[in-house]
């Protein structure tokens, strides 16, 4: 008897804990099956209708349906939308055991809210620059739907605080704030059922246009050989930092409607440039540099770019001249596939086998302290010149000839 005793004792903790932490995860499939995204349990209609009564309304089979294969639904019934008003339901990518817990989320759910229940958005807004709360400072408050604005709430800060009340919930929402010539936006984001209240903290800065405070900490290229183009990939990875507490907003005139942030330069004669980190327009590029044009707040921030050479019949070079001090640069060559030399700049050569390129033999060039208006030269050699496949089938072809030519004359004579 104590010793049953004993073992309840100990498991109601445990029992209660798993059961909660059971329906966050369930809840985390709602969200990251994007559910979130167009449907509310007992707010009323979103995108798609309130989950709500959806128990009442189907068998457990169809609401299985419903979630992992609509179609079935809309052939089942013959009717495309079930619902008037609404879209088509589209499919989601939900596995059947996904399905069976999403299912159980809105069992589980539909107990713990209470209908149409309004929801608060509160928090404050700190100028980071002066390191204080932000006061009376205009606040909008956004209502998305399909990424279309429906209705806007605008609010002035009183010390720093700010709360829109009373809200309907069934519908997403972003907050804006315009402040010393910069927009700040957050990202759109949802209530879940069972949330009543978010809090928001967002920090702007006090914009400058002093460039001194911009320092390139450290770049790196990547470079890697592919075999069938024989060309040379480089990945460039730009790590700058803005030392100030300011944002950063370029030096050039906001007349000109674009702000130029800071210049990068490129290797003049590349191909195929790509932005893997970030949407192209948010540069400007030209032959010879990129300019970065997203105003930049205090931190570092990472510029990520890539590009493709392709390699001549004996050797290739690419230079340029740096537009920035770079306090330390290093470039990673897989010289087991590749002749590479470096011209221009001291370096300190080491050969590597890095993790994570495992497969390949890697050498690393560091170079330190660059100042802006030096120029690098890097001149690539492919190694396979007298002993690829073309050039063996074209010496044997050579041969070949030489030795029928040989052979007529020889004839003749
Ligand atoms: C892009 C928006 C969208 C997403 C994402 C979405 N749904 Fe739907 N859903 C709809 C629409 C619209 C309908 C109504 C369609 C109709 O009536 O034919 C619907 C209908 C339903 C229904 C039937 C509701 C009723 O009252 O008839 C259920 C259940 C459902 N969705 C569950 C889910 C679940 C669970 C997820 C996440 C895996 C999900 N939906 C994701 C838009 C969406």
């Given at each position: 008897?104590?010793?049953?005793?004993f073992?309840?004792?100990?498991?109601?903790?445990?029992?209660?804990?798993?059961?909660?932490?059971?329906?966050?995860?369930?809840?985390?499939?709602?969200?990251?099956?994007?559910?979130?995204?167009?449907?509310?349990?007992?707010?009323?209609?979103?995108?798609?209708?309130?989950?709500?009564?959806?128990?009442?309304?189907?068998?457990?089979?169809?609401?299985?349906?419903?979630?992992?294969?609509?179609?079935?639904?809309?052939?089942?019934?013959?009717?495309?939308?079930?619902?008037?008003?609404?879209?088509?339901?589209?499919?989601?990518?939900?596995?059947?055991?996904?399905?069976?817990?999403?299912?159980?989320?809105?069992?589980?759910?539909?107990g713990?809210?209470?209908?149409?229940?309004?929801?608060?958005?509160?928090?404050t807004?700190?100028?980071?620059?002066?390191?204080?709360?932000?006061?009376?400072?205009?606040?909008?408050?956004?209502?998305?739907?399909?990424?279309?604005?429906?209705?806007?709430e605008?609010?002035?800060?009183?010390?720093?605080?700010?709360?829109?009340n009373?809200?309907?919930?069934?519908?997403?929402?972003?907050?804006?704030?315009?402040?010393?010539?910069?927009?700040?936006?957050?990202?759109?984001?949802?209530?879940?059922?069972?949330?009543?209240?978010?809090?928001?903290?967002?920090?702007?800065?006090?914009?400058?246009?002093?460039?001194?405070?911009?320092?390139?900490?450290s770049?790196?290229?990547?470079?890697?050989?592919?075999?069938?183009?024989?060309?040379?990939?480089?990945a460039?990875?730009?790590?700058?930092?803005?030392?100030?507490?300011?944002?950063?907003?370029?030096?050039?005139?906001?007349?000109?409607?674009?702000?130029?942030?800071?210049?990068?330069?490129?290797?003049?004669?590349?191909?195929?440039?790509g932005?893997?980190?970030?949407?192209?327009?948010?540069?400007?590029?030209?032959?010879?540099?990129?300019?970065?044009?997203?105003?930049?707040?205090?931190?570092?921030?990472?510029?990520?770019?890539?590009?493709?050479?392709?390699?001549?019949?004996?050797?290739?070079?690419?230079?340029?001249?740096?537009?920035?001090?770079?306090?330390?640069?290093?470039?990673?060559?897989?010289?087991?596939?590749l002749?590479?030399?470096?011209?221009?700049?001291?370096?300190?050569?080491?050969?590597?086998?890095?993790?994570?390129?495992?497969?390949?033999?890697?050498?690393?060039?560091?170079?330190?302290?660059?100042?802006?208006?030096q120029?690098?030269?890097?001149?690539?050699r492919?190694?396979?010149?007298?002993?690829?496949?073309?050039?063996?089938?074209?010496?044997?072809?050579?041969?070949?000839?030489?030795?029928?030519?040989?052979?007529?004359?020889?004839?003749?004579?």
């Amino acid at each position: 008897m104590r010793f049953i005793l004993f073992l309840l004792l100990y498991l109601a903790p445990f029992t209660a804990i798993s059961i909660e932490e059971d329906l966050n995860s369930l809840e985390n499939l709602f969200v990251e099956k994007r559910c979130i995204t167009c449907h509310v349990v007992g707010r009323g209609k979103f995108v798609g209708p309130d989950l709500y009564d959806v128990l009442s309304k189907y068998s457990e089979e169809d609401i299985l349906q419903w979630i992992q294969n609509p179609q079935a639904i809309y052939k089942k019934y013959s009717k495309m939308p079930i619902n008037d008003g609404y879209p088509p339901m589209p499919y989601m990518n939900v596995d059947s055991s996904e399905a069976k817990r999403l299912l159980e989320y809105l069992k589980r759910t539909k107990g713990l809210v209470r209908k149409n229940s309004r929801v608060k958005i509160s928090g404050t807004i700190k100028n980071f620059s002066e390191n204080k709360l932000l006061d009376s400072q205009e606040v909008q408050l956004e209502f998305v739907m399909a990424d279309k604005v429906k209705n806007t709430e605008k609010q002035i800060t009183n010390n720093g605080n700010f709360i829109f009340n009373n809200l309907i919930g069934n519908i997403a929402y972003r907050i804006k704030i315009f402040y010393d010539g910069i927009e700040y936006s957050t990202d759109k984001f949802y209530f879940l059922p069972r949330e009543n209240n978010k809090s928001v903290d967002l920090i702007v800065y006090d914009s400058t246009q002093k460039i001194k405070n911009l320092k390139v900490n450290s770049s790196h290229l990547i470079i890697s050989y592919d075999e069938d183009s024989e060309s040379i990939v480089i990945a460039e990875i730009i790590n700058v930092e803005n030392q100030s507490r300011n944002i950063f907003v370029g030096t050039n005139n906001f007349s000109e409607k674009i702000r130029k942030i800071n210049s990068y330069a490129l290797f003049p004669g590349i191909e195929n440039l790509g932005f893997p980190h970030r949407s192209k327009e948010t540069f400007i590029v030209s032959q010879e540099n990129v300019i970065d044009t997203l105003p930049m707040p205090p931190g570092n921030r990472r510029i990520v770019l890539t590009y493709a050479k392709q390699l001549n019949f004996f050797s290739t070079t690419i230079s340029k001249v740096f537009l920035n001090d770079i306090s330390s640069l290093t470039i990673i060559v897989p010289e087991n596939k590749l002749s590479f030399t470096l011209d221009g700049l001291e370096y300190i050569r080491k050969e590597a086998g890095i993790k994570e390129l495992e497969d390949d033999q890697y050498s690393t060039y560091s170079i330190s302290d660059i100042t802006k208006g030096q120029e690098i030269k890097l001149t690539f050699r492919k190694y396979d010149l007298f002993f690829n496949t073309k050039s063996v089938i074209g010496i044997i072809f050579i041969l070949f000839m030489l030795g029928i030519f040989l052979y007529k004359r020889f004839k003749k004579t």
